[in-house]
């Protein structure tokens, strides 16, 4: 006889999660941007899917707090307990607190996000996470036809912006070649008051025959006061030589390219 596993699966930020026989949640959009002043309110609608093909789900709504590390990782904390929490702020209609979806049904739910007439901080942009839990663990079959338990949480980031909050602006502290590890390691601080988002390009150029390599772009996601880190692999094959990397951050403002510049040789 199989043994029984118990397992439970927590997946964070999930478009559609599609686990082993087809158990699971799906949660669109995966982040809700709101924008309102002191004492408003705004509301914006999540699709919750059953994507299940037998089994019926009972879920809950509940909140946190998240923030980036230096990676860019998600870290997550109880709600309410972030310097920059805006989970207080947010509501769900009662009804949409605990509900069951069938094999395949979907459900609207709609966010509201209600700013106090007055604020303790002098932030202008505030996060939380809106967690859908899965409070009924169903039978399901692993990839190697192990029994297991599967309960699934899925979150959807929620950001928030006063109108005041304009300033997009990111900096680059330092760009080094990381010889151990053949990566060129870049750090950027996001100095603005707003969350600035975009993709990193860089082009290696072998200044002893012009050859020109171009890198994969890394797409990153910051907010106001991060330090940044970021670790660009070198291509594998990469022929000997002296080169100059040209790293580019673009974060949505054509006027305002981060470019960072470095010489160095390659002798792997």
Request: glycine fraction near 8%.
């Amino acid at each position: 006889m199989k043994r029984l596993c118990f397992i439970f699966f927590y997946l964070f930020l999930c478009f559609s999660c599609h686990l082993y026989a087809q158990t699971g949640v799906s949660v669109s959009p995966p982040r809700l941007y709101f924008e309102s002043g002191l004492g408003n309110s705004s509301t914006q609608t999540v699709t919750v899917t059953n994507v299940s093909s037998k089994n019926s789900l009972d879920l809950a709504i509940s909140l946190g707090d998240w923030e980036y590390n230096e990676k860019g990782e998600n870290i997550m904390s109880a709600a309410n307990t972030l310097p920059a929490s805006c989970a207080g702020w947010v509501s769900v209609k009662k009804d949409d607190n605990y509900f069951t979806l069938a094999p395949g049904q979907k459900k609207d739910i709609e966010v509201t996000v209600t700013v106090p007439g007055t604020l303790q901080d002098k932030l202008f942009t505030h996060t939380a996470v809106l967690y859908v839990s899965q409070m009924n663990p169903v039978d399901d079959v692993d990839s190697k036809g192990a029994n297991i338990k599967v309960s699934i949480r899925s979150g959807i980031k929620i950001f928030h912006k006063l109108p005041a909050g304009k300033n997009k602006k990111l900096e680059i502290q330092n760009l080094a070649y990381g010889k151990p590890k053949q990566t060129l390691d870049l750090t950027f601080d996001n100095l603005g008051d707003v969350w600035a988002d975009g993709k990193i390009s860089t082009d290696l150029v072998n200044t002893q025959n012009g050859k020109k390599t171009t890198l994969e772009n890394i797409v990153f996601y910051t907010m106001p006061g991060n330090k940044r880190e970021v670790s660009i692999p070198l291509p594998s094959g990469l022929e000997k030589g002296k080169y100059t990397a040209s790293v580019i951050i673009d974060y949505g403002d054509r006027d305002n390219l981060e470019l960072g510049e470095l010489n160095f040789t390659y002798d792997y």
